[in-house]
């Protein structure tokens, strides 16, 4: 089975952190960026953070910088992003999906190779 599987949300206190977790099954990221989703309801999609897996470069909405670090195993297929001082406006459905990383950039969804089911998180105040 070929997918990417997101876990780690849940309900935080603002303040608080989680860990995201995006796993590969079925096949391994090579040359490909992985990117961090999140999405509102009735608001526009947002990607939050991004690396590279070749190079290891890590990009970061301003929105999170600071707050948020994503990083990778590859070891275990594995992209993380580490969320930190939680707020209630961080409080979205997270997707993590990959693209080649020459296209890192896009948030056009039909560029995407995989897109892994999101994970519910919410912040309260």
């Known amino acids: 089975d070929v997918q990417l599987q997101a876990s780690g949300g849940g309900l935080v206190q603002a303040g608080g952190s989680l860990k995201l977790s995006c796993a590969a099954s079925?096949?391994?990221?090579?040359?490909?960026?992985i990117n961090w989703f999140r999405q509102v309801p009735g608001k526009e999609r947002e990607m939050v953070s991004s690396i590279t897996m070749t190079r290891g470069n890590g990009w970061y909405a301003d929105s999170v910088k600071g707050r948020f670090t994503i990083s990778s195993d590859k070891a275990k297929n594995t992209v993380y992003l580490q969320m930190n001082n939680l707020q209630p406006e961080d409080t979205a459905v997270y997707h993590c999906?990959?693209?080649?990383?020459?296209?890192?950039?896009?948030?056009?969804?039909?560029?995407?190779?995989?897109w892994g089911q999101g994970t519910q998180v919410t912040v309260s105040s």
């Open positions: 999906a990959a693209v080649w990383s020459a296209r890192w950039f896009t948030t056009d969804r039909a560029e995407y190779d995989y």
């Open positions: 079925g096949f391994t990221f090579g040359d490909r960026a």
